[in-house]
T-cell receptor, first 117, second 115 residues
Framework: KQEVTQIPAALSVPEGENLVLNCSFT??????LQWFRQDPGKGLTSLLL?????REQTSGRLNASLDKSSGRSTLYIAASQPGDSATYLC????????????????FGKGTKLTVNP | GAVVSQHPSRVICKSGTSVKIECRSL??????MFWYRQFPKKSLMLMAT?????????EQGVEKDKFLINHASLTLSTLTVTSAHPEDSSFYIC???????????FGPGTRLTVL
């Protein structure tokens, strides 16, 4: 059974700092890995999607890497801002043969990020 | 960009009543929609996958008679929580898979509180 773990559970940093969020998954048989942002009481916003054949993706101040063989991904946020404060979720897309069901996303519990002004 | 809406955003109901939550893809067609449940400090848990015009596929441990899902069109799926109890109180999020790009877009969620 695929399990996704995110470390740390919470992180507080001063504005301007560069930071790294970690995600690990137990089964390397994934289609892709996605990082989401969730603001309190809100839905999910997709930040970056890395296909299983890719090593990294970049969008603005965000860079996500994927090491499928070791079951790890990192989300790097450069020059953090108070507006980056949110919970960041990592999810892997799995399909038949990996979990015995249709394609679906398996989520980690998230990392709650607070960027202090 | 692709937008998914949910209605209502918040609902409070009495124990024993039924509640219907709507999920709509506003500017794209979605052959597949997903329903998730989120508890505080927990992962989003997939409840069921619904395909337009066919029965939903429920995840293990999810009661299909309690959580009724209908995917009547390519832009609308509904989740009905029947005979709701306080333990059903949670944040319910839907997502819709774009039928061309295969990307999943998430709704803003519905906060259900059962008294």
């Amino acid at each position: 059974k695929q399990e996704v773990t995110q470390i740390p559970a919470a992180l507080s940093v001063p504005e301007g700092e560069n930071l790294v969020l970690n995600c690990s998954f137990t089964d390397s048989a994934i289609y892709n890995l996605q990082w989401f942002r969730q603001d309190p009481g809100k839905g999910l916003t997709s930040l970056l999607l890395i296909q299983s054949s890719q090593r990294e993706q970049t969008s603005g101040r965000l860079n996500a890497s994927l090491d499928k063989s070791s079951g790890r991904s990192t989300l790097y946020i450069a020059a953090s801002q108070p507006g980056d404060s949110a919970t960041y979720l990592c999810a892997v897309k799995v399909g038949e043969g990996t979990q015995g069901g249709s394609e679906k996303l398996v989520f980690g519990k998230g990392t709650k990020l607070t960027v202090n002004p | 960009g692709a937008v998914v809406s949910q209605h209502p955003s918040r609902v409070i109901c009495k124990s024993g009543t039924s509640v219907k939550i709507e999920c709509r893809s506003l500017d794209f067609q979605a052959t597949t929609m997903f329903w998730y449940r989120q508890f505080p400090k927990k992962s989003l848990m997939l409840m069921a996958t619904s395909n337009e015009g066919s029965k939903a596929t429920y995840e293990q441990g999810v009661e299909k008679d309690k959580f009724l899902i209908n995917h009547a069109s390519l832009t609308l799926s509904t989740l009905t929580v029947t005979s709701a109890h306080p333990e059903d109180s949670s944040f319910y999020i839907c997502s819709a898979r774009h039928y061309i790009t295969d990307t999943q877009y998430f709704g803003p969620g519905t906060r259900l509180t059962v008294l």
